[in-house]
């Protein structure tokens, strides 16, 4: 025993999190779910049940009702005893998620729920799997029933989970998040999951494409697209970028400007055009 734990002591995260997937892949779950109906956002849960007479927890766990069916990222959970709490965050907001030990059941592919999984030669309850499999990162979709904590918040109790997906990679530490600029630039994935500020950006920059598109178009003017590659580079002073057609034997550029090609499209009848993209100049 002591050397088993010496071995895994050695292994790093991701070396752990691969011999979980196999683990769960064991006891007959399926690590990389091919779907799931999800039916609520977080963010529209939050909104419905701001201001809704809920049910108080002991009533719930006597009794608890599927009112919420929902996924995200896992990206907080803490055990009590009894009881276990985590975060789950999906694209519109994150909501608080609670486990009770024995009214918990997990959901295999063929959406039988079971309160135990086969472990070797022991049973694995689902409130275990959840403790034991479920890393920060993974996804999970959740079923449950809609209540207030003590100090007011909204929690999910769940009654019944299905395993959705495990990451390899763990996520950066949560209190400090990712320091790092290049890897900020270079991975924006991760930048967007732990910075909600830099997530809100993006959706910013993509409401804003929508506000000049619908402008444009009220205004008569019609979307284009012109070539990303050209035989010339044209339409400003930079740089190019060159790269080499095989197939005709000519080299192209990425282009560094809109102009020229919008002029040409004004030739072919339109007279009121405008494209939303990339420019790409070598400086």
Known sequence: MFIIEMVENQLSEREVRIQKVHKIKAMGIVPYAQSFSKKD???????AYQDKELRDINDIILNPVNQVKTAGRVMLYRGHGKLAFARLLDSTEQIQLMFHRDNCVIVNENGEKLFSLPSGEEEMSAY??????VDMGDFIGVEGEIFRTHKGELTIFVSAFTFLSKTIRPLPEKFHGIQDQ?????????????NPE???????????????????TQEG????QTPILDNAASGAAARPFVTHHNDF???????????????KATVGRFEKVFEIGQDFRNE
Request: proline share 0%.
């Open 41 to 47: 956002m977080m963010g529209n849960i939050i909104s």
């Open 128 to 133: 275990k799997f959840m403790e034991k499999m």
């Open 182 to 194: 290049e890897d900020i630039y270079r991975k924006r994935y991760l930048d967007m999951t732990m």
């Open 198 to 216: 830099s997530y809100q950006r993006f959706l910013l920059k993509s409401k804003f494409y929508k506000v000049l598109r619908d402008f444009y």
């Open 221 to 224: 003017f019609v979307e284009i």
């Open 249 to 263: 034997d000519v080299d192209v550029y990425l282009r560094i400007a809109f102009e020229t090609s919008l002029k």
